[in-house]
C-alpha cells in the first residue's frame, strides 16, 4: 500500500504522462484502422504548430482559452463539484463580453475592462444556477450543468439574432475599437496571428486560483466542504454556500475565457452551430493538470497544440481532425483509470530502482 | 385546427420521440441497479445511432426493408462492446465513474465522427438512408379515430420498447437474475457471501446497459433522422439519466418519465409543422427539453431514491 501512495505522490507526474502516450496511442490504432500513416500524421502535427511564426502565435491563441476552462473545471473539482458546463459559461461570457462590447461607447481603459468583467459575472452566474440546484435541491450536477450548455448555446443564439446581427447575415455586429484587447505590435510580430491580452489574464487567473484556494479562509472552507462535506458542516461551515460559492467563482474562469476569445480573437459573435467544445477540452486540461494551476497551463499547451496540430494533420495526411478528439478522450479516460495506467507505471519504477 | 387532430398528433409524437429515452433509461436502469454509475448513456446512444446508420446503408441495396432490423441489431453489438471500456475502469480498476463515463461521452462523440468521414469520403454526415423503419399500423385498432393514429400507428422500434419495458420489468422483479442484480447495487458485500460474483453481474448489466442505449440511439437514426451527424443525439443521452432518476430507478416509472421527456420534443416538431415559430422564437423552442429536464429534476427535492450501492466500486474483504 505504501508503495502504491508513493507512486502516486513522487512520481504523480509518471501518471498524466503514460496517461498520454497511452492515449497518443489509441489516436495511432484509430489512424492505422483508418489507412492513414500514424507516424506521418503525427509528425505533420508538430511541423503545423512550430513550422511558422503565425502557426506558433495562433497555438497561444488556441491554449488561452483551454487554460481559463481547466481552471474552471479544476477549481471545481477541488470543492468536490464535477463542473462540465463550462462549455455553457463560457458562451455566456461571450454574449456578456459582445454585449457589452457592441453597445457601450465608452473610453478604451474601461470598456475593455468593463466587457471582460461583464463575461466573468455572467459566466459565474450561469455556473452558480448548477451550484444552487445542487445545494438546494440535491440535484446531480453533471445532468444541469449540461442542460446549462444546451440552453445557453440556444439562448446565446437568440440574444445575437434579436439584438445584433444585420439581418441575414450569420454574425453579430463589430464589438467597438476601445473594447477589443489585441494586442497589435505583438500580433504583428507574429505574422498576425491573433495574440490578445487574454493570455496575460489566463495566467494571473491561474495566480488568483492558487492565493484563492491556498491561502485564503475561503479557499480553506471550498477544499474542506470538497474533501469531507459531513465533517465541514460539523465544523460550522456552510456547505450550501459553499457550494454555490464554488460554482460561481468556477464559471468566472470560464466566463472571462468565453469574453476574452470575443475582444481578443473574433471582435463579433457568430451563431452558433453546435458547441465550441473549449469547456469539454477543460476536463481534459484540468485532470492531466491534477486540478492544480500550473498543472492546468501545461495541460492547457498541451492539448492546445494538439487542437490547433489537428489542422496539420488534416492538411498534410489526410486524417480527420476529429482524430484529436478520440485521442483527448482517450487521455481523460486512462487519467480517470489509473489503475490501468499503474499497470505500465511499475516497471518504469522498478528499473529505476534498479538503477540506484 | 382541429384540436382532436392536434392533440392525436401529439401523442403520436410523443410516443415516437420517447422511445430513444425509452431504450436508453432502461440502458441506464440495469447498470445503476448493479451499483454502476452510467452517464456514458450519451455516449453509447451516439454509438448505436452512427453504427445503426451505417450498417443500414450497407445493407439497404441488399436487404432493402430488413436493413434497418440488421443495422439496429448491430448497434446492440456495438453499444455492448463501447460499454466495456466503462465496465473496466469502473469495477475492475475501481475507477471514478463519472469521470470514465464523461470520457467515453467524449470518446463516442469523436470516434463516430472520425469514421463518419473515413466512410463518407470527409463528409461529416452519413447520406440519407433509403431504407428506415417504416410506421406499422395495428390492423383496426389503428382505425379508431383520433386514438388509432395516437396509439396503434408507430415505429416498430416503439412497439418494441414497451415489451422491452415489461421484460425488464419481469426480469429485475421475477427472476433469479433481477434480485442478483439488485442485490449487488444494494448490499455487495451481502451478495458477495451468498456467492454471487459481484463483478460478473456488474459486468453483465454495463454491457446490458451498453445494447439498450445504443438501440436506443439506433431508433434515432433509423426513424426520426434518417442519418448521422455530430448532432444526432444531442443531449437525450443525458435526458435519459434524468428520465431514470425521475421514475426512481423503476422500468414503468423510467418509461413514464421518458413519456413525459418526450413530449417537449413532440411541442417543438408541432410548433415547427403548425408554423407557429412566428408567435415564440425558435431557440426558445429548442431550449424546451433542456429547460424541462432541470425544472424536473429541481422539484424532486430529497425523493430520489438511488441504489445504495450505486457509484461506490466493490472491494472483496472491504467492512
Do not use: C
Not at chain 1, 478520440?326 to 519504477?349: D, Q, R, T
Not at chain 2, 415505429?155 to 415489451?163: D, E, H, N, V
Not at chain 2, 445494447?211 to 448521422?228: K, P, Q, Y
Request: glycine residues 10%; proline residues 3%; without cysteine.
Amino acid at each position: 500500500m505504501n508503495k502504491a501512495i508513493a507512486v502516486f505522490t513522487k512520481e504523480s507526474f509518471l501518471v498524466p504522462v503514460i496517461a498520454i502516450i497511452l492515449g497518443l496511442l489509441v489516436g495511432a490504432i484509430a489512424m492505422l484502422a483508418g489507412g492513414f500513416n500514424p507516424i506521418l500524421a503525427y509528425t505533420a502535427l508538430v511541423e503545423k504548430v512550430f513550422g511558422s511564426a503565425y502557426n506558433f502565435g495562433e497555438t497561444i491563441r488556441q491554449i488561452t482559452p483551454l487554460i481559463f476552462t481547466g481552471l474552471a473545471v479544476a477549481f471545481a473539482f477541488r470543492t468536490g463539484l464535477f463542473n462540465i458546463g463550462a462549455e455553457g459559461q463560457f458562451i455566456i461570457g461571450m454574449v456578456a463580453a459582445t454585449t457589452v462590447g457592441v453597445t457601450l461607447d465608452l473610453p478604451a481603459f474601461i470598456h475593455a475592462p468593463l466587457a471582460i468583467l461583464a463575461g466573468a459575472v455572467a459566466g459565474g452566474l450561469w455556473g452558480s444556477v448548477a451550484g444552487y440546484l445542487k445545494a438546494k435541491r440535491g440535484v446531480n450536477e453533471v445532468i444541469t450543468s449540461i442542460m446549462m450548455n444546451w440552453i445557453a448555446l440556444y439562448l446565446a443564439n437568440w440574444v445575437m439574432n434579436s439584438f445584433f446581427v444585420p439581418k441575414g447575415q450569420q454574425r453579430s455586429e463589430m464589438v467597438s475599437d476601445s473594447a477589443i484587447i489585441t494586442i497589435t505590435w505583438l500580433s504583428q510580430m507574429f505574422d498576425n496571428a491573433r495574440l490578445h491580452w487574454g493570455t496575460l489574464i489566463a495566467v494571473v487567473a491561474a495566480i488568483f486560483f492558487y492565493v484563492i484556494m491556498w491561502k485564503t479562509k475561503t479557499g480553506y472552507e471550498l477544499r474542506a466542504v470538497g474533501l469531507n462535506p459531513h465533517a465541514s458542516e460539523y465544523a460550522g461551515m456552510n456547505v450550501n454556500r459553499n457550494v454555490v460559492k464554488a460554482m460561481f467563482i468556477s464559471g468566472l474562469f470560464a466566463g472571462i475565457g468565453g469574453a476574452s476569445e470575443i475582444l481578443g480573437v473574433f471582435h463579433y459573435q457568430a451563431i452558433l452551430t453546435s458547441q465550441p467544445g473549449y469547456g469539454f477540452d477543460g476536463i481534459a486540461v484540468a485532470l492531466i493538470g491534477g486540478n492544480t494551476p500550473i498543472g492546468v497551463i501545461l495541460g492547457a499547451i498541451l492539448f492546445g497544440i494538439l487542437s490547433f496540430g489537428a489542422a496539420g494533420i488534416k492538411f498534410t495526411a489526410g486524417v480527420p481532425v476529429e482524430l484529436i478528439r478520440v485521442v483527448i478522450a482517450s487521455v481523460i479516460f486512462f487519467v480517470a483509470a489509473h489503475g490501468i495506467v499503474k499497470i505500465f507505471v511499475k516497471p518504469i519504477l522498478k528499473k529505476k530502482e534498479g538503477g540506484n | 385546427m382541429d384540436w382532436g387532430v392536434i392533440a392525436s398528433n401529439l401523442v403520436h409524437d410523443t410516443i415516437v420521440f420517447s422511445t430513444a429515452l425509452i431504450f436508453a433509461s432502461l440502458g441506464g436502469l440495469y447498470s445503476e441497479r448493479s451499483g454502476v454509475i452510467n452517464i456514458a448513456l450519451e455516449g453509447m446512444m451516439i454509438i448505436g445511432a452512427f453504427t445503426g446508420a451505417v450498417i443500414t446503408f450497407l445493407f439497404q441495396d441488399s436487404a432493402t426493408s430488413m436493413a434497418p432490423w440488421i443495422g439496429f441489431m448491430a448497434a446492440a453489438i456495438a453499444g455492448a462492446l463501447f460499454a466495456l471500456p466503462h465496465a473496466v475502469a469502473s469495477i475492475t480498476f475501481k475507477a471514478d465513474q463519472t469521470v470514465s463515463g464523461v470520457a467515453l461521452n467524449f470518446l463516442a462523440a469523436g470516434l463516430a465522427v472520425y469514421l463518419t468521414k473515413i466512410i463518407f469520403n470527409g463528409a461529416g454526415q452519413t447520406t440519407t438512408l433509403t431504407s428506415v423503419f417504416s410506421k406499422w399500423e395495428i390492423p383496426l385498432l389503428s382505425d379508431i379515430p383520433y386514438l388509432g393514429h395516437a396509439i396503434f400507428e408507430a415505429y416498430p422500434t416503439s412497439f418494441l420498447a414497451f415489451i422491452v419495458v415489461f421484460f425488464t420489468w419481469f426480469l429485475l422483479f421475477k427472476t433469479a437474475f433481477g434480485l442478483r442484480l439488485r442485490a449487488v447495487g444494494e448490499h455487495p458485500r451481502a451478495a458477495d457471501t451468498v456467492g454471487i460474483s459481484v463483478k460478473k453481474m456488474r459486468y453483465t448489466a454495463v454491457m446490458i446497459s451498453g445494447a439498450l442505449a445504443a438501440m436506443g440511439g439506433a431508433t434515432i437514426s433509423l426513424t426520426t433522422t434518417s442519418n448521422f451527424s455530430h448532432n444526432t443525439v444531442s443531449g437525450q443521452g443525458f435526458i435519459a439519466i434524468a428520465a431514470l432518476i425521475f421514475g426512481k430507478w423503476h422500468p414503468a416509472g423510467a418509461m413514464g418519465a421518458a413519456l413525459f421527456f418526450g413530449i417537449a420534443q413532440a411541442i417543438k416538431s408541432l410548433v415547427q409543422v403548425y408554423g407557429l415559430t412566428k408567435y415564440v422564437p425558435t431557440e426558445f423552442i429548442f431550449m424546451l427539453p433542456y429547460v424541462l429536464t432541470i425544472l424536473v429534476m429541481a422539484g424532486l427535492v430529497g425523493r430520489s431514491s438511488a441504489p445504495a450501492a450505486l457509484g461506490k466500486p466493490y472491494e472483496t474483504g472491504s467492512r
